[in-house]
């Protein structure tokens, strides 16, 4: 599985960035997929994940509704929705693809595949 992540970029505080993730390798609609982000100086953490349908989601407390993430399956494509961005989004974000699961995980551990990050910077 490959995974190509794009979307970042440098935004005010309250702005928008959409996300997107696009995926090959492997039927997408069979495994689930997550978004993590690692801020500098900061270990890496759980953002977003999604199940194989996009019937099920969840997400981190800090980000629970201002992030939406959701899936195209005919597209490959997995999307992270930022809204009311603050500066403490500001961190390289990677998608994840967990193919052990066709449900969600919060946990690196349970993650297969990474895409290769993309920058996400909210200046204040």
């Known amino acids: 599985v490959q995974l190509q992540a794009s979307g970042g970029g440098l935004v005010q505080a309250g702005g928008s960035l959409r996300l997107s993730c696009a995926a090959s390798g492997r039927t997408f609609s069979t495994y689930a997929m997550g978004w993590f982000r690692q801020a500098p100086g900061k270990e890496r953490e759980f953002v977003a994940a999604i199940n194989w349908s996009g019937g099920s989601t969840y997400y981190a407390a800090s980000v629970k509704g201002r992030f939406t993430i959701s899936r195209d399956n005919a597209k490959n494509t997995v999307y992270l929705q930022m809204n009311s961005l603050k500066p403490e989004d500001t961190a390289v974000y990677y998608c994840?693809?967990?193919?052990?699961?066709?449900?969600?995980?919060?946990?690196?551990?349970?993650?297969?595949?990474w895409g290769q990050g993309t920058q996400v910077t909210v200046s204040s």
């Open positions: 994840a693809a967990d193919l052990q699961s066709y449900g969600y995980s919060t946990f690196e551990r349970s993650y297969d595949y």
